[in-house]
Every structure is written in C-alpha cells, then in structure tokens.
C-alpha cells in the first residue's frame, strides 16, 4: 500500500464460497422486521414465553455467588451426564454409559452440527424429512454431503412414511435425520412408525440422527417414543436433545447428544477444538432441572395444549385448513386457498395488521402453501393475533 492510499478489498473474492451461497435463515426476515415496527404481535419464534423456572434460575445464581465459574471437562460435567442418563432411562427406556456416550454442547444446534460433520464425507448422502427446521440442509452442504430432500404431506400427517423412504435411497445415502416431533408441522412419529422406518434403516445399513428437542412436549395420551428405543437401532442414532424447550432454558444455551461411544469420542475431539466446553452455570442450573423439574413440564405441557386447540380451532373456523399437531409448539395452516404464495401472505399480513407469522418455504420448497405459526405466547397474546389474522382474510 502506497502511503496515504488505501488499498480496496473485494470482501467476496476473499470469503467462503460455501458459506456465501448459502441462504440466510427464513425464520429471521419476519422477525427482524416485527422489531422495527410498533404494535407488531409476534407469533413467529420458538421461543417459550415461560421463564426459566425460578429453582432452576436459582442454581444458576448460586452457582455464581459460590463462584463455580471455571471450564468444566469438554464432554460436561460428570454429575450433569448422569441425569441425562438417568433422564432417558426414565422417560424413553434408553440407557447410555455416562463416561462415554454422551457430550454436552452449546444448544442441540452444536450436537447437530458436531453429529453430521463427524459422520459425513464429501458426496455422501443425507436424507432430510421436509417442511423441517432450517439448519439440516445448511449444516449438510457445510460437511460436503448432499441433502436429498423427503416431503411429507398433510396427509400423511406430515409423518415419514417408509414408502417415501424408500424412494429416496442410493448407493451413496450415508445418514437419516429424524426431526420429530417436528418443527415447523407438529408432527409425531408413533412407535409402529418408527418400526418402519427402522426396517429400512437396517436393510440398507444406515445412521440416524433423531432430533428429539421436543420429546417433552407431545399431546394426547401417547407420549414420545425416542428412535433409540426401537430394537436395534440404539447402535445406529444419535439421539440429540436439549433443555431450551421443555425447561424454557432457550438462552442458557444448552444440549447434548447420545450415541455409540465411537461417534461420541468423535464428535467431542471437534467440540474440543470449535467450543470446548458448555457454560459452567448452565450445567449446573440443568443439573437441578432434571431433577426437580418433572412439574414443570407437566404445567408448561398443559398450557401449551390449551394454546394449541385453540388456535387449531380458530384457523379452521377461518377457513384456513390446519392440522391439528400432536407435538412441539406449532400449527402449520394451509393458506393456498388465499391465492397468495407463502411469502406474499406473510409480507401482507405484517404490514396490515402487523402480525408476524413465518412463511413455509422456509422449511422447504414443499413447505410452500403453509404459514407456521408459533403458539409458545399467552393466551391474551394469541387470541389478538387471531383477531388481526381473522381481520386479514376478510379484507382480502
């Protein structure tokens, strides 16, 4: 550089080509522009309106004020890897060694990185169940595999079907991602469905990676059966979970993932290297959620389900078709006989009656026709977005 002369970078001959062909996230666009705007009724994120319960909140601080603020061991503390061994065997039947098979991560999000790049080489295939959340695909290209797509229909109640499975196979599919109960539909996979799908798991030698983040928040008497409990399969998952949902722990940043101690060690050799280790006063806190939390559940389950046959009720009495989900913290209403794409619904809507909804393609070119809307707000808060919605469509 000649002195006084600046020298100009071209910023996109440096950067990443992967990473700059990859799509920002569709969930965030209604988001950010709710927060510029006033009056505006979110009903667009995941994010429970739950605090974190206040014995939970209190073994965070404590763990703060007894100064426990060091790095704890790269796969978590030994005592928060026994509850979540301890968890699962009591709720999902599945044991898992403590030492061994499990690590703790930054959210479920890190799990689900740290599982597909440890087990994905260049060109390999991976099979993604769509309209699903939005990193699966991303996370994919970022680890060289190929995402080979599997819409589930309405129909189906947005569940996997072993037929659609099977059409999907190749020589190269290496990995079977399993978003259930899922984001953005609410669909659950029964036991009988899951046998299945693990028939064909079996006969065509593939790996699994069961995203169970809302195992804790199904419907009906039915209640969540984890990929790993089906006989056989425990050698072939990674189960991965977390505390964001169930304990309304979404800012602590907290996950972890289960599996065959072989692909653990692996995924925690690049935990290491890229994170090191969870926050210490997160673990503590989740430490005496899974203890003591059980109630807590149960009372958030109950509110969300009030919430949900509420708001199932009112897009149906709408005239938008909506399914009616059996797990997680969402509807996904068919908005097709609007005429308007999926994007040209949510645009309209915001800037009308200032609701912020997300468009369905988000989750996937088959998530087109379909708004997901989030029903982890009060009551008060939904029935005014409702209202507004209700308003919308009439003076369409």
């Not at 979540?84 to 898992?96: A, G, M, S, T």
């Not at 996997?160 to 599919?173: D, G, N, Q, S, V």
């Not at 915001?350 to 468009?359: D, G, K, L, S, T």
Request: proline share 5%.
């Amino acid at each position: 550089m000649i002195e006084g002369v600046f020298c100009v970078i071209d910023y996109q001959s440096v950067l990443n080509d992967e990473i700059k062909q990859l799509k920002p996230s569709g969930i965030r666009r209604f988001f950010d522009i709710a927060n510029e705007m006033d009056n505006v009724i979110s009903l667009s994120i995941g994010e429970p309106d739950f605090s974190t319960p206040w014995h939970v909140r209190q073994e965070g601080i404590k763990t703060l004020e007894d100064g426990k603020t060091w790095y704890s061991p790269n796969r978590g503390f030994m005592e928060l890897r026994e509850e979540i061994c301890r968890w699962l065997k009591h709720r999902y039947h599945i044991e898992y060694e403590a030492k061994n098979d499990v690590v703790v991560t930054v959210g479920g999000s890190e799990a689900i990185d740290l599982c597909i790049r440890c087990l994905i080489n260049p060109g390999e295939e991976v099979l993604i169940p769509e309209p699903s959340f939005v990193c699966y695909r991303p996370l994919t290209e970022m680890a060289g595999g190929v995402p080979v797509t599997i819409e589930t229909k309405q129909e189906d109640k947005f569940r996997l079907t072993a037929k659609a499975l099977r059409e999907k196979i190749t020589p190269k599919t290496k990995l079977l991602i399993l978003p259930f109960p899922n984001n953005p539909t609410g669909a659950v996979m029964r036991r009988r469905d899951l046998e299945e799908i693990a028939e064909i798991v079996r006969e065509n030698d593939l790996l699994v990676l069961s995203d169970e983040i809302y195992s804790e928040l199904t419907y009906g008497d039915t209640r969540h059966v984890s990929f790993a409990a089906i006989e056989g399969m425990k050698e072939r998952t990674v189960v991965v979970n977390g505390f964001s949902k169930a304990f309304a722990m979404t800012g602590w940043r907290l996950g972890y993932a289960v599996g065959p101690k072989e692909i653990i060690a692996q995924m925690t050799k690049l935990h290491q290297y890229g994170i090191m280790s969870a926050p210490t006063m997160a673990q503590y806190a989740a430490i005496e959620a899974m203890k003591n939390g059980d109630s807590d559940i149960d009372e958030m389950r109950e509110q969300y389900d009030m919430r949900r046959r509420l708001i199932v009720d009112g897009f149906n009495a709408m005239g938008l078709t909506c399914f009616e989900p059996e797990g997680a913290f969402y509807v996904f209403p068919c908005i097709k006989s609007t005429g308007m794409t999926s994007q040209d619904f949510c645009e309209k809507l915001i800037y009308a009656e200032h609701v912020a909804v997300v468009p369905g393609d988000a989750f996937g070119d088959c998530g087109e026709g379909y708004v997901r809307v989030s029903y982890s707000y009060s009551i008060k808060h939904i029935t005014e977005a409702m209202s507004r919605i209700g308003h919308f469509l009439k003076n369409l």
